[in-house]
């Protein structure tokens, strides 16, 4: 496992390396015909090893939706006992909501910057209350997220799920190989072909397939197999083996609008000096504490754009540094980000195949802003004014805080709509390419997770979802996939 990905403040330095995916919208019409970058985990433990640490299972109206879109048994009471099946949280282990015995760690992070501490108290200032348990199925506020790390160090789903279950004589790891195609034989998955340094291999299955490569991944590999709309994949040059219309459709993701303050006062992790950095890592490397044990991505909560609203529809962060498009671009001065996602989007986008050929990455188009409505746009508008409104408090006024570029140029209501199609990206929360469901468009059988019209082939992980919960999304792939193994056990 990499540095950067068990370093709990190096996960960024992740995208695009080796360790990434590296995948990219197509060209969105609504951003000025930006290709947004994707990143998406290529180790062990997929995106759960290149992700921010967070542990945010969504709200309870989401999963009481997805029941009520024909997913009997996803509502919130049934899929609780699942997350605390696998958490193991030391703090709220005497909640109902929690579990105190899985193989997860579920903490806090170990200490806050100060910068962090101001920011949640600005958040107050602002009107948003505190939240001391942001996965109790009411994610209304501010406060600290938790994380998925164990003694300073990530413990995501390959340290804490793979790693215990190497030993098994039944299991099998094979690295540094790509599955290519989905061997069907008479409606039945019988095995997959995949190539490892170059040689195409064969494994076959004694029971089911499972699929657990992702939002993309996932959906790509099914049309790679023939398996999806037969139309489409005729066009690619796959011969259709099983008509699935449902399959790359549905997609949806969460789209973050950055406002961003410098200050010349020292705090955060914007503006540190080499030696400072150094030091970070020395003493992260020696006793796993410091401020490279934070992922610098926990001050933060869920917002209403507007006063009116029943639930938040925007997750927020006050991320303490400057930095700019995901430390793409590092700051030389200390500042405040506040991200704005947005958590409950209206326009749906579609994975296509380019080429038959397996190396090639798939059309990802998500349909940025393109409801008609243009709700998703003006929701991120009034994400903007709330930035500038936690800024603007008491609480950071000592701070002298200077609203960057780009955002500072944008003055008006048309601006500020400029300024959203030009700089907005992704949170990297991908879903529902292959969703589970009753009606024609679904891909899995809610009650199995097998797909539909097929013998032995299941999937377990975010494409499965019926539409994007209202947070981060690894505490419910980790919760389907739980399920997902119990459907199979029985």
């Known amino acids: 496992m990499p540095l950067g990905a068990r370093m709990p403040g190096a996960w960024i330095s992740l995208i695009d390396t080796e360790y990434d995916w590296k995948y990219h919208t197509v060209p969105q019409a609504r951003c000025f015909g930006r290709r947004i970058a994707w990143p998406r985990g290529r180790l062990l433990g997929g995106s759960g090893s290149t992700n921010a640490l967070v542990y945010m299972r969504g709200a309870r109206s989401d999963y009481d939706r997805w029941r009520d879109r024909g997913n009997a048994g996803w509502g919130w009471s049934d899929v609780l006992p699942w997350f605390r ?18 193989e997860l760690p579920v903490v806090d992070v170990p200490s806050h910057d100060s910068a962090e501490k101001l920011w949640v108290e600005a958040a107050r200032e602002y009107g948003l209350p ?16 938790q994380v998925f790390m164990k003694d300073g160090e990530r413990c995501g789903p390959a340290t804490a799920f793979l790693d215990p279950a190497l030993s098994r004589s039944n299991l099998t790891l094979i690295t540094s190989a790509m599955a290519t195609r989905i061997l069907v034989e008479s409606g039945k998955a019988r095995g997959v072909e995949y190539l490892h340094f170059g040689r195409l291999e064969t494994a076959y299955a004694d029971g089911d397939v499972v699929l657990a490569g992702g939002t993309v991944n996932s959906a790509h590999l099914l ?36 406002v961003t303050f410098s200050t010349h006062e020292k705090f955060g992790i914007g503006g540190i000096s080499e030696s400072e950095w150094t030091d970070a890592v020395g003493e992260w490397s020696d006793k796993r504490t410091g401020a490279m044990a934070n992922p610098w991505s926990t001050s933060g909560g869920q917002a209403k754009s507007r006063p009116d609203l029943v639930e938040p529809d925007l997750q927020i962060y006050g991320i303490a540094t400057a930095h700019r498009d995901h430390a793409r671009y590092m700051s030389i001065v200390p500042g405040i980000s506040m991200f704005t996602v947005l958590q409950r989007p209206k326009s749906v986008g579609a994975l296509t195949l380019r080429s038959a050929d397996p ?62 199609r030009a700089q907005c990206q992704s949170i990297y929360h991908p879903t529902s390419t292959c969703r589970m469901g009753t009606d024609e468009e679904s891909v899995v059988d809610p009650a199995t997770l097998k797909v539909h019209g097929l013998e032995g082939l299941r999937i377990c992980d975010a494409s499965v979802f019926p539409d994007v919960v209202a947070s981060n999304i690894m505490a419910t792939v980790i919760m389907i996939a739980e399920r997902g193994a119990d459907f199979i056990r029985n």
């Open 359 to 420: 190396l090639m990455h798939p059309a990802i188009d998500p349909k940025y802003l393109s409801d008609p409505e243009d709700s998703d746009l003006t929701t991120l508008i009034d994400a903007v004014r709330l930035s500038r409104g936690i800024g603007g408090t008491r609480t950071l006024a000592h701070l002298g805080l200077r609203e960057t570029s780009p955002s500072s140029d944008a003055v008006n209501r048309e601006e500020i709509a400029t300024f959203v």
């Open 130 to 145: 505190f939240n001391d348990d942001f996965n109790s199925g009411d994610q209304y506020g501010c406060g600290f997220f």
């Open 85 to 102: 099946k696998s958490e193991a949280n030391p703090r709220l282990a005497g909640s109902p909501m929690h579990g105190d015995s899985g």
């Open 223 to 258: 049309l790679l197999s023939g398996i999806g709309p037969a139309d489409e994949l005729k066009a690619a040059g796959v011969t259709a083996v099983h008509d699935l219309k449902g399959v790359g459709r549905s997609m949806q993701d969460h789209l973050n609008c950055v």
